[in-house]
């Protein structure tokens, strides 16, 4: 496996993207999908990593600035072809480096509610995450889980 900061530009991140926001489309209603494309996703403040294996992408994730201590993870997406082979977990994990390295004390999320995301919260949970009220521009919506993290010496283990 092999992560990398992404510029956004390949045909394989935008597939693979754009695969994303429709299933977020497709399982969350009208006002409760709150998934970036490829231009939220490059958006200042955001930054995005892409992930692969022996040169094809598994899996891509981003960490979004709330403020100087407080991250979020955006688009945290694992190919179909690549499922169950530990991408969510490895990027997770850099992600929670990255967070802890930028000198953050708390990473949060916020997921969907229906059953397609169980695997999403098992590995969130796994990691620390615990539930959470809404955070940032969020409103309580019961189609939204919302999770946080508190960083300290050992965040970045999942």
Request: glycine share 10%; hydrophobic share 40%.
């Amino acid at each position: 496996m092999h992560i990398r900061p992404d510029d956004l530009s390949s045909p394989e991140v935008h597939a693979l993207l754009a695969a994303h926001v429709a299933d977020m489309h497709r399982i969350s209603p009208p006002g409760s999908v709150h998934v970036l494309d490829v231009e939220g996703l490059r958006q200042p403040g955001v930054s995005f990593w892409s992930l692969w294996i022996d040169g094809e992408l598994a899996g891509c994730g981003a960490l979004k600035e709330l403020d100087p201590t407080h991250g979020e993870l955006k688009s945290m997406r694992t190919a179909p072809a690549f499922r169950g082979r530990g991408v969510g977990k490895a990027m997770l994990t850099h992600l929670l480096a990255e967070a802890q390295a930028r000198g953050y004390t708390r990473v949060s999320l916020e997921t969907g509610s229906q059953p397609f995301f169980a695997p999403a919260w098992a590995l969130y949970r796994s990691a620390g995450f615990t539930d959470c009220p809404p955070f940032d521009h969020y409103v309580d919506d019961p189609n939204s889980v919302f999770m946080t993290k508190e960083l300290g010496a050992d965040s970045g283990r999942v």
